[in-house]
Structure formats: structure tokens, C-alpha cells
């Protein structure tokens, strides 16, 4: 690869400091200093530019293409490195971005110095597939880095370990038959993604977050992203860095699994943990309408009001929220998107301190929105973020027993003060009539101590359904509190029976639970309702081992109907097993065959697959995991008798990680993949 001499560089003495191994293990990860401007950021602007944004998602006709256009249209080396020809933004202004940015009531940015492509946006000495060999020649990540710094933004870079470009990354895409892999050589890949990461960390000034990306090919490791995470922590000991620098992430939740954790922070992609991550930094990341990079066609914009919820849905759970953009390849940001940017800094100008330095909501549900919170002097101030304006002029705030300090409602001029009072465990606020804000209006409910909350019991169970009785726990997350329920869907009264053991229920049942104190409520009620169900019927025949597959070619977002395709082979497999295809990201497959129950009772199937699959027992969908992700598990529970029932899954693939996994729970089966002595088909 030629290498230019940009700069005077002692190669010898690079590699040495970048080759070291230091001493600190997982433990030193957290640093509460580090953090504490992240911490307090809560909101940040993600941008996806490079080279994709010339072909702008289209390709010989198909117009679902963006950041991964160079393997989801497989164009060749020589073709896509054309366009650096082409990359002159001559519209970019990072004045304007930043700006943008900053009016929008963010406080950082994360740009893809470098994305899966390989291409470069800042002024590398390691490769010439960078900014600086196209018509624009100007260091993109030297301009916004000025540029935030100047307006009071961190700056910070995203970089992809994965490299489509590098003739020593490993491995190739299956359809890249003209680049051979005789000679290369991944630890001189590694020793050039460090010597690029150093140039970003010590080039640019002070970087808040390196955002590593494309980490989950085999080549990459647990080791390499310990080794990687401790040595660039030396260069900027105030660096953040994400987990994705680490192998062993659970697919898009984005946090990685026990020992195999490296980074700061955990990063659920297009999606919020439903509980958020306990004790755990994270950061959602999410588009505004489909794609990350610019696609022309793409016009399925999330609407201003979806993207204020979810940002206070996710502050509420204590996570930080990462909104993306996709520039034009002229540099200009598309309008819709500067529309709702624009609309969210309007919101952010009066709200912003509902969102800045807060932790997560105290309580578990609020019928109405949500909740953030910040210690004050003696006591705690509550921001009620209210998506639901109650229609009689009363918000109730359940299961709180603080005394009141201040209720103040938050407006353009300031606050203006609330009358509330106490209803048994709940405070009430007086409202006016109509929403100032009708897609989030914030309340501040100031408290004294910290929140001495009561969350609803909860009602616990191994399933919704049963065939001849269930056994319910309830629980409580607060000592000293007694619980007690009903079994006919009333609210429980204190005279209704204590939920002191488990509860056996053999009959359907809507089961109520609430929480008392010295006789008094001081929570709100939590319903459940179990159903008692007969299993499903198996069926009769003559079986042999083995599954029926038909094997199909195409390129789909989200599973076809396999009935109306032809396809390209079908025979027989023992097992669930993707090695019929052909060597092309472009597949997916239909299994067909029964599987044998031991005995009567709730099953549990589960799929985990990239991209998508679903699995039918009989007529009956139990698992949908379709559309295009990386590797999920989603689970479905059926009631089945004893015997043989017809099981049918359908998959799909449409490039990067390839891999199905069909597993099974069940009386007396722990769960585990579905062992070839269940699988059969008709004789």
C-alpha cells in the first residue's frame, strides 16, 4: 500500500507505544470523572458520511441502499474506489453542522472518521483512500473539531474495525472473487488501525468518545479489544471508549455479556432497553428514518413528536441518546432532518433541564409518560414529563409518599407555579384544562429526601397460560409492606387476603395486587390475567429423521412468502443448518418437519438469527424475528400435547453476519437448540 509522507512520523517509535501491553484489567473500565460530562449530556448528534452518500442508496435500479452499498449492491474494489474521484462537498460548512447541533440542544458529535468502506475522512499518513485524494482535499474531522470547540460541543469519532478496503483485513466478502487472501497478513491490519486511531487521538486535540463499530467478525477478538481499549487510554486518560472495542456484544441491545465486557458504555442500536441498563452507562443510537447514510428514496422520517418521546423515554431510563443524520454528498444535511432538529431544540430551550444531568425515573410506570430526576438541596426534584394530558385536570403521581415541597408547571418565561395535594399513596396536581405542550409538557414536582416510592407489586409467573395450574409469585421491591390481592379483578382492599406464599391458580384468572403500609395503600394496584388453555393436538403418521429445506436467492428486507417463489434446491437436512446455501449474502431458506414433544405441557421455541426468521408450529406463529438486524433471540410460548407437530421456519439473509439458531424449553427440557432426535418428517 503506498504510504505518503504528510508528516514526519517515527514509524519505529509508533508502533512500539501502540504495541504495548498494559496492566489494568475490566475493573479500571469505570471512572466516575471520566464520565461525568457524558453523564450530563444525555443528548448527541450521530453522523454517517463518506463516499455511500454519492449513490445516494441507489443501484442499478434498487434504491434500499446506504452506508453498506459497496456489499448490499457487491460492487466491486475498482468501481467503488472511483468515487473518491467524485467526493467533492463543496457545501459543507462544519459552522452551520455544529450550529445545528448545538440548537438542537446537543452537547456532542460522533462522526464516522471511518466506516466499514475503509474511506477516510481526515488527513491519514497510512493510506491514500482518504479525504485528501479526493477534488476536496480539506480534513473534514480538523474543520468540526474546531468548529465544536469553538461553540462549546465534544467532538468525537466513530471508527470501523471492520475494513471492506484494507488488502490485509480478514475476512473478505463471500462475493469478492477477485481479491485474493494469499497475502494478507491481519496483524498488519491491527498495527494500521492503531497507527490511524493514534493519529485521531493526538492529532485533533482532546476527543471525547472513540465509537468503535464492525467488531463482530470472527477475526476480531476479545483479547485485540482489551488490548486495544487499554492502550488508548494511555494516550488520552479522559477518553471514553464504547463496548463495541470488545468482542462478545448481545446483537443490537448493544451491551456485551460478562467477561467479555470492554468499554464504558453499552450502545442498544435502533432500540430501548425496556428497563434501560441498570448500574450501567449506555447510549441509544437510532436513525430518523430508515438508513444511516443518505438515501434519496428514503422519506419514512420519524415524526418530532416520536423523537421527543423517545428522548425522554430514554433519559428516563438512564441512558444518553444518540440521534443520526445521513449528509448529502454535497455536505448539506437533509431538510426533514434539520426540521426536526430544529423543532427539537425549540422543546430543548424550555425542557433542556429535564433531560441535562438527570437519572433515571424512581418509578417503574406512569400511565401518562415519563419521569427524570435531579437531587436538590434537602430533597429531589421530579420532572413529569407528561405525553398524555389528563382530560379532568388532575395528574396523578401513584405510589409516592414525600412530602411536597413545589409544584411549578415549566414554560417558555420560566415556571409557573401548581396547586397538588395528597389522595392516599398518590400526590395530585392540579392541571389546567389543555397541554401548553401537546407533545410533552414538563412539570417539576419538588420533594423533600430522596423518593420514597412504591411501585405496583409484581405479579410473576413462569407464563401467561396453563394447562391444569400455575403457581404466581407477587412481589414487592419495598420491606415491611404487605401485599395483598384479589382473584376477581376488584382493587384490593385491606381486607383482602395477604399474598404470603406462592398463589395456585387452576381456573382463568384476572389477579390484582397492591401494596399497604399500616393499613393503607401506598401503591398502585398491578393486574394479570392467567388463562387456562388445552394443548394443541399432535398428529399422527410414520416419521423419519431429518427436516425438509427449500432453498431460495434474493435480495429482501423482511421475509417473502416462500410459497409463491421457486426454489433454487431443495433435499434433506438433520438439523436446522444453513450449509446448503451457496457462497452469496443474498439467501434464505424454508425448513419443514415435526417436532417431537415428550410429554403434555407450555413450550417455549425460541429463534436467534441474522437477519430474519419466524417459526410456525401447525398454523400457529409462536416466533416472529423477521426483518434485517444483526444476531436476535426472540422467543414464543404454545401449549402442546404429547407427540408429533408440524414445525415449519423461515429465514432470510441479506449480507454482513449469517447464523440461525432454533432452540426449545419445556417440561423436563432445559433450553438448548433442538437436538437431532426431535426433528423429523413424514415417511
Not at 476479545?222 to 464504547?242: C, E, S, V
Not at 381486607?495 to 399497604?516: G, Y
Amino acid at each position: 500500500m503506498k504510504i505518503r509522507n504528510k508528516r514526519i512520523v517515527n514509524n519505529t517509535i509508533l508502533i512500539l507505544m501502540m504495541s504495548q501491553i498494559y496492566a489494568a484489567g475490566p475493573g479500571e473500565i469505570k471512572n466516575a470523572d471520566r464520565m461525568e460530562w457524558w453523564r450530563d449530556a444525555r443528548f448527541g448528534l450521530f453522523i454517517h458520511w463518506g463516499l455511500y452518500a454519492i449513490p445516494a442508496g441507489e443501484w442499478n435500479g434498487e434504491t434500499d441502499h446506504a452506508e453498506w452499498i459497496r456489499t448490499t449492491a457487491q460492487i466491486p474494489l475498482k468501481v467503488y474506489d472511483a468515487f473518491i474521484t467524485q467526493f467533492n462537498p463543496t457545501q459543507f460548512n462544519a459552522e452551520k453542522w455544529v450550529r445545528l447541533a448545538k440548537e438542537a440542544g446537543m452537547k456532542y458529535i460522533v462522526i464516522t472518521s471511518k466506516h466499514h468502506d475503509g474511506f477516510c475522512l481526515f488527513d491519514s499518513d497510512y493510506t491514500d483512500f482518504d479525504v485528501m485524494s479526493t477534488p476536496f482535499r480539506r480534513d473534514i474531522m480538523a474543520e468540526l473539531a474546531a468548529a465544536c470547540r469553538k461553540h462549546g460541543i465534544r467532538i468525537c469519532w466513530y471508527y470501523s474495525i471492520m475494513d471492506w478496503h484494507h488488502p490485509d483485513y480478514l475476512p473478505r466478502r463471500d462475493w469478492e472473487k477477485d481479491r485474493s487472501t494469499d497475502n494478507a497478513e491481519f496483524d498488519r491490519y491491527i498495527q494500521y488501525l492503531k497507527n490511524q486511531l493514534h493519529e485521531l487521538i493526538t492529532n485533533y486535540g482532546d476527543i471525547g468518545v472513540l465509537w468503535f463499530d464492525g467488531e463482530w467478525e470472527s477475526t476480531w477478538n476479545r483479547q485485540y479489544g482489551h488490548d486495544l481499549y487499554k492502550h488508548l487510554r494511555d494516550f488520552q486518560p479522559n477518553l471514553i471508549i464504547n463496548n463495541r472495542v470488545g468482542a462478545g456484544r448481545a446483537g443490537m441491545e448493544g451491551f456485551s455479556r460478562g467477561e467479555e465486557f470492554a468499554g464504558d458504555f453499552g450502545t442498544p442500536e435502533q432500540q430501548i432497553p425496556a428497563t434501560g441498563l441498570p448500574d450501567v452507562d449506555w447510549e441509544t443510537c437510532m436513525t430518523m428514518n430508515d438508513h444511516w447514510g443518505y438515501n434519496k428514496n428514503d422519506h419514512n422520517w420519524k415524526s418530532t413528536t416520536e423523537l421527543l418521546h423517545i428522548l425522554a423515554d430514554v433519559a428516563s431510563k438512564g441512558g444518553n441518546f444518540l440521534l443520526n443524520v445521513g449528509p448529502t454528498a454535497e455536505g448539506l444535511i437533509p431538510l426533514p432532518a434539520i426540521n426536526r432538529l430544529e423543532a427539537m431544540g425549540k422543546w430543548m430551550k424550555t425542557n433542556g433541564e429535564s433531560i441535562y444531568g438527570t437519572k433515571a425515573s424512581p418509578f417503574k410506570y406512569l400511565p401518562w409518560g415519563r419521569c427524570t430526576q435531579k437531587a436538590i438541596l434537602n430533597g429531589t426534584r421530579l420532572y413529569l414529563h407528561v405525553f398524555e394530558w389528563p382530560e379532568n385536570g388532575k395528574l396523578v403521581v401513584p405510589g409516592i409518599l414525600n412530602q411536597i415541597r413545589e409544584v411549578c408547571l415549566l414554560t417558555e418565561s420560566g415556571a409557573d407555579t401548581l396547586k397538588a395535594c395528597r389522595e392516599e399513596d398518590a400526590i395530585v396536581i392540579q392541571t389546567q384544562h389543555s397541554a401548553p405542550d401537546t407533545i410533552n409538557t414538563v412539570i417539576m414536582l419538588d420533594i423533600y429526601g430522596k423518593p420514597d416510592i412504591y411501585n405496583p407489586p409484581e405479579i410473576i409467573a413462569d407464563f401467561d397460560i396453563f394447562l391444569d395450574e400455575i403457581k404466581v409469585k407477587i412481589l414487592s421491591d419495598r420491606e415491611n409492606i404487605d401485599i395483598r390481592y384479589t382473584v376477581d379483578g376488584s382493587i384490593p382492599s385491606v381486607k383482602s387476603p395477604l399474598a404470603q406464599d406462592l398463589i395456585r391458580l387452576s381456573e382463568t384468572t384476572v389477579l390484582t395486587a397492591r401494596c399497604f403500609r399500616d393499613d393503607k395503600a401506598v401503591s398502585a394496584a398491578t393486574r394479570h390475567t392467567y388463562t387456562k388453555v388445552r394443548p394443541y393436538a399432535a398428529v399422527a403418521g410414520i416419521f423419519d429423521p431429518g427436516l425438509h429445506y427449500a432453498y431460495f436467492e434474493g435480495k429482501w428486507d423482511s421475509l417473502p412468502d416462500y410459497t409463491a417463489l421457486a426454489p433454487i434446491k431443495e433435499s434433506m437436512v438433520a438439523n436446522f443448518d444453513l450449509g446448503p446455501r451457496k457462497q452469496t449474502d443474498f439467501f434464505g431458506f424454508q425448513y419443514q418437519g415435526y417436532v417431537y414433544l415428550p410429554q403434555d405441557g407450555i413450550y417455549e421455541f425460541y429463534t436467534a438469527s441474522d437477519d430474519g426468521s419466524r417459526l410456525y408450529i401447525g398454523k400457529n406463529l409462536v416466533v416472529d424475528n423477521n426483518g434485517r438486524h444483526g444476531m436476535q433471540e426472540k422467543r414464543g410460548v404454545i401449549p402442546l400435547e404429547k407427540g408429533y407437530h408440524p414445525i415449519l421456519v423461515d429465514f432470510f439473509e441479506k449480507t454482513g453476519g449469517e447464523n440461525l439458531i432454533v432452540s426449545i424449553k419445556g417440561p423436563g427440557i432445559a433450553k438448548q437448540a433442538i437436538p437431532d432426535s426431535m426433528i423429523f418428517h413424514l415417511k
